[in-house]
């Protein structure tokens, strides 16, 4: 085990693309007067949680968006920018961060 920080996908969410806008939709909340919670992103946002469905490193989402776009951007702004989007994806719960050094992670049931 290498301690190595590795995201994945909340199961309890998934991305819906409507009117050419993506949000991530909790499907366990329960919308009581008939209210919705939605969390707005773009196509890079959804770039990157497709790139979630395996646990993943950020070094890995950031080269596969690297490669992906077409434009001169650099690496490590990319990467940069993907760790901080990961960050806050996390704070909200739509994301799981997994330490594999963790020995019950793989074994865990992650549910919110």
Same mark, same amino acid.
């Given at each position: 085990? $290498?301690?190595?920080?590795?995201? +994945?996908?909340?199961?309890?969410?998934?991305?819906?693309?409507?009117?050419?806008?993506?949000?991530?939709?909790?499907?366990? &909340?329960?919308? /009581? &007067? /008939?209210?919705?919670?939605?969390? @707005?992103?773009? @196509?890079?946002?959804?770039?990157?949680?497709? $790139?979630?469905?395996? @646990? #993943? #490193? =950020?070094?890995? =989402?950031?080269?596969? !968006?690297?490669?992906?776009?077409? %434009? /001169? =951007?650099?690496?490590? @702004?990319?990467?940069?920018?993907?760790?901080?989007? !990961? $960050? &806050?994806? /996390? +704070? +909200?719960?739509?994301?799981?961060?997994? %330490?594999?050094?963790?020995?019950?992670?793989?074994?865990?049931?992650?549910?919110?």
């Amino acid at each position: 085990m $290498s301690g190595i920080m590795l995201y +994945k996908q909340n199961d309890n969410y998934v991305l819906r693309h409507i009117h050419d806008t993506y949000f991530f939709i909790n499907i366990t &909340d329960r919308y /009581e &007067d /008939e209210k919705c919670f939605l969390t @707005e992103t773009n @196509e890079i946002g959804a770039f990157i949680w497709n $790139s979630l469905k395996v @646990e #993943t #490193t =950020v070094g890995t =989402v950031a080269k596969k !968006l690297f490669e992906a776009i077409s %434009d /001169e =951007v650099d690496y490590q @702004e990319i990467f940069h920018d993907i760790l901080n989007y !990961l $960050s &806050d994806l /996390e +704070k +909200k719960k739509i994301i799981l961060k997994v %330490d594999d050094s963790d020995e019950n992670y793989r074994t865990t049931k992650y549910a919110n």
